[in-house]
């Protein structure tokens, strides 16, 4: 056997490079975010938990500004089309986007997604993340606005248990709060530990069966 | 969560930039993580490992800097350290969007970064080798 390769002195070079990786997906968002305004659009970026209910808000969405907007909508899931089927019920256009084993939404994924739609077509984007309450907040996609959608059916403690991805949310939507006294949940305790981490969030409880809280999200998000 | 994903970008970045050098072993890797990231340390040391394997890069010593979270203040000026929210069920330091000193909302300016800072390489010069 060789000599294990050891290296001298003088033969090694330091190389800064200085490259910032999470960076290049926040040069994509960049990029995403001014084609989407030079096509005069608004993109909301919808993140939550898994069964949070944030394909039900973006169909009651969807339905009451059918009327004021042209939209269309982006959904991550890792696989299936299950919920971009929900949305296309509704006459909007709707990219599926699967992830396959990622665990969040990229701003490449976000580019190539907007090559598929007809950017004159369209005024509002709707982009639902694949559900978890950690990744996504990492990867800036290029919306106007992020939301981050909880529901009492989790616990008690879904804030607190995640509080990193909350300082990223404009709108903190509190879903399901027809189950709260069901679930023993005090939204009024979510809505504080909300505040707590990010009080410039707008923190709206809703029931996005029975469309209650709805239009206090739509106000929420300036829409 | 996504640490191998990210691991293996700046394993790649990493090879590339020793290919440019002609370089034959990668000796070192010095990164800066922010501490803001959703980036655990053990799983990018652990994804590091694996992706290395068989590369130029297998034994070589990552050395990862952790860097704190900054925000500023444009209320009152402030820019540091973030306010940590002190309910005693959370056993990590929670920073919050308030500022320390006047209470109002400050904005994230650091500790978002994942960066190669640089990388020491072993270039074999005018075919000159270190193995016998």
């Keep these: 056997m060789k000599n294990v390769v050891k290296a001298e002195e003088g033969e090694i070079f330091d190389i800064e490079l200085d490259f910032n990786i999470l960076e290049a997906n926040r040069k994509l968002a960049t990029e995403n975010k001014k084609l989407l305004q030079k096509n005069g659009i608004k993109a909301i970026d919808v993140m939550g938990s898994i069964g949070s209910g944030k394909t039900s808000l973006i169909e009651k969405l969807v339905h009451r500004l059918k009327g004021k907007y042209r939209m269309a909508a982006f959904k991550g899931d890792l696989t299936t089309t299950i919920d971009a089927e929900l949305i296309a019920r509704h006459g909007v256009d709707v990219v599926p986007i699967n992830t396959g084993k990622e665990c969040h939404l990229d701003a490449n994924l976000i580019k190539k997604a907007l090559k598929r739609i007809n950017l004159k077509d369209i005024n509002l984007l709707f982009i639902e993340n694949v559900g978890n309450l950690i990744c996504p907040a990492e990867f800036p996609l290029g919306s106007d606005k992020r939301i981050v959608v909880v529901s009492v059916t989790e616990g008690p403690y879904m804030v607190v248990k995640h509080p990193f991805i909350f300082m990223d949310a404009d709108v903190v939507v509190i879903n399901k709060v027809d189950l709260a006294q069901a679930m023993g949940v005090d939204v009024k305790k979510l809505k504080k530990d909300a505040k707590a981490i990010n009080p410039k969030a707008k923190v709206v409880a809703t029931n996005c069966r029975s469309g209650e809280g709805v239009a206090n999200v739509i106000e929420a998000l300036d829409l | ?132």
């Design chain 2, 1 to 132: 969560m996504h640490e191998f994903s990210v691991t293996s970008q700046i394993v790649e970045a990493i090879l590339k930039e020793a290919e440019k050098h002609s370089a034959k072993k990668v000796v070192e890797v010095h990164l800066d993580v922010g501490k803001l990231t959703f980036l655990g340390l053990e799983q990018v040391r652990f994804s590091y490992e694996v992706l290395v394997k068989g590369t130029i890069m297998e034994g070589s010593k990552l050395r990862i800097e952790e860097k704190d979270g900054i925000v500023k203040c444009s209320s009152c000026g402030y820019k540091g350290d973030f306010q940590y929210e002190d309910d005693p069920i959370y056993h990590i330091p929670t920073p919050t969007l308030h500022c320390p000193k006047c209470g109002e909302t400050v904005e994230i300016v650091g500790g978002r970064e994942c960066t190669i800072r640089d990388v020491k390489l072993l270039i074999d010069e005018g075919g000159k080798t270190n193995a016998n």
